[in-house]
């Protein structure tokens, strides 16, 4: 049996989980990469930190170089290709919040 790179197992349960469409209101168990596909967003999420709204699928882990982790998405997701993705780093829920905010005055 061959074992497969942590990215690719992550970028393996992300696409899943865009199927299964998860949702906010869960905390991750892991510090990693989340990304949400309709707000261009790539995040990296402290454990224990309260996934902000709409729907967030984690992509990479928290070793994952911030390089690694978006090209990773890009490729993974053809509409992302060429657009503008924006990344943040949310280490508290008042991170969570700015992030809302700014994001509810520009959309």
């Given at each position: 049996m061959s074992k497969r790179a942590p990215l690719y197992v992550d970028l393996m349960t992300a696409y899943r989980a865009l199927r299964r469409r998860k949702r906010r209101g869960r905390q991750p168990r892991k510090a990693g990469y989340y990304l949400n596909p309709a707000l261009q967003v790539l995040a990296r999420i402290s454990a224990g930190v309260q996934l902000p709204s709409g729907e967030w699928v984690r992509v990479a882990?928290?070793?994952?170089?911030?390089?690694?982790?978006?090209?990773?998405v890009r490729g993974l997701f053809p509409r992302l290709r060429d657009a503008t993705l924006y990344i943040f780093t949310l280490y508290s829920a008042l991170d969570v919040e700015d992030l809302e905010r700014s994001f509810r005055l520009e959309h």
């Open positions: 882990g928290d070793e994952t170089a911030p390089r690694q982790a978006e090209t990773a």
